[in-house]
């Protein structure tokens, strides 16, 4: 067993640890108040090979490990997790499913924009009625005597959904098949028939633009379908699994952002005459912060290294993702609480991190579903 990184994942880890820095963390403060999409910024990321980390080359990505991908995502998170977001959309649901799962035109055409960061990417499963129950979808997919399908239906809380130029789309093509009859289609927005609704307001990552999508008779193509007709569920589960490493990663950084806050605070912040980091009330709280945001970044690690080896990773991601998301809503809740008046102020990113750290327990499943993924695995019963 081997605990170090290699020189190549520490040299993208220093890469995106640039770009936190002198980039992102300038401009968080200001994304977040506004809600705007912080487009500029993500096209430095795309430039800097963080939009399609594992991307090959040859597709127009950097061309590197789930490890490199983990701690990148981690300093971007820890500078702002609205950016990490939408980088690990375009990374993992669009990247992960087309180079998995699509054709070699599908590769060049949609995986080399995305990577790249010319094109924003996004991942449509959910439905108003349908979110953790993701098979129960009514968007349908009617296939026509041309060998073309017609396309109806609504998607809620699509991530970058308002600016996505591509998305992978999940949607009904057999009733009667259940879980079996859902294929995946790549719909460029561009084409009649694509609609975008309300943009959601949300409490934290408001950067990252949320949104409903409809489709009122859009019309796909043959070569449109991802993988095969009715594979479309599979598709979209082994896709969360690489997700979730992704998750993972952004709640281990905005906890690591919260945790380094906290303990130059406790070293800093005086009271009854001495640093308030020697009181063992404080002290219990940083070992049981650093111990959460550890056993975080080894469970996240261990997935990451078994999705590189080409091994089962599915239930470890689900752990990863619990285990991170939890830590993250912890980790952020104490700081807060550390810093008092001043973690409830916006004059510090304390209330960001705690904001922002929520949605890290409901996106790409929920604490529940992870928790049922694993106990399912780990009995083998339904
Ligand atoms: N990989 C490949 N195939 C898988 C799989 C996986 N990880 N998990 C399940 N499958 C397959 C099963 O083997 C089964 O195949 P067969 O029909 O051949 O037997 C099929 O899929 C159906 O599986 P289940 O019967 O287990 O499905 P289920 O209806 O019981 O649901 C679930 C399982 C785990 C609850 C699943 O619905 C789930 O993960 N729900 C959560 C959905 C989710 O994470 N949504 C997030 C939305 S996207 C998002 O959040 C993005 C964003 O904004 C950033």
């Not at 490890?67 to 950016?83: F, G, N, R, W």
């Not at 056993?295 to 619990?322: D, I, N």
């Not at 409830?344 to 750290?357: G, H, I, N, Q, V």
């Not at 996106?363 to 019963?381: C, D, F, K, M």
């Amino acid at each position: 067993m081997d605990f170090s990184f290699t020189e190549e994942q520490l040299m993208l880890q220093d890469v995106a640890r640039r770009i936190a820095r002198d980039v992102i963390e300038p401009s968080a403060e200001h994304f977040d108040r506004t809600g705007e999409f912080p487009l500029d910024n993500i096209r430095v990321l795309g430039e800097n090979g963080l939009m399609g980390i594992e991307v090959p080359t040859e597709y127009g990505g950097a061309g590197m490990d789930p490890i490199s991908y983990v701690l990148a995502m981690i300093e971007i998170a820890a500078a702002d997790a609205a950016h990490s977001t939408i980088m690990s959309v375009n990374n993992s649901l669009f990247c992960t499913g087309i180079l998995k799962n699509g054709n070699e035109e599908q590769k060049q055409k949609y995986v080399r924009a995305i990577a790249e960061g010319r094109e924003i990417g996004a991942f449509a499963l959910t439905e108003p009625q349908s979110g953790s129950d993701a098979s129960n979808m009514r968007c349908r997919a009617v296939r026509q005597a041309d060998g073309t399908y017609v396309i109806n239906g609504k998607k809620s809380w699509i991530t970058s959904g308002p600016v996505a130029r591509y998305i992978i789309l999940f949607a009904v093509t057999d009733p009667e098949k259940g879980a079996r009859g859902i294929t995946a289609f790549m719909i460029d927005t561009s084409r009649p028939g694509f609609h975008r609704g309300k943009t959601e307001p949300k409490l934290g990552i408001r950067a990252s633009a949320t949104c409903e999508i409809e489709f009122a008779d859009y019309v796909a193509q043959p070569e449109d379908v991802v993988g095969e007709e009715g594979q479309g569920f599979k598709i979209a589960m082994s896709v969360l699994d690489a997700g979730r490493i992704g998750i993972a990663s952004q709640a281990i950084g905005i906890a690591r952002a919260a945790y380094e806050r906290t303990i130059e605070y406790v070293k800093e912040r005086k009271a009854f005459g001495q640093a308030i980091g020697s009181f063992q009330m404080t002290q219990a709280k940083i070992a049981d912060m650093k111990c959460k945001l550890d056993s975080a970044m080894l469970l996240t690690l261990r997935a990451a290294w078994l999705k590189s080896q080409g091994k089962p990773f599915s239930a470890e991601a689900s752990m990863a993702k619990l285990v991170a998301s939890e830590a993250a809503m912890w980790i952020t809740h104490q700081a807060v609480q550390i810093h008092g008046g001043m973690g409830y102020s916006k004059e510090m990113p304390l209330e960001r991190y705690f904001r922002d750290a929520k949605i890290t327990e409901i996106y790409e499943g929920t604490s529940e579903i992870q928790r049922l993924v694993i106990a399912r695995h780990e009995t083998g019963l339904r």
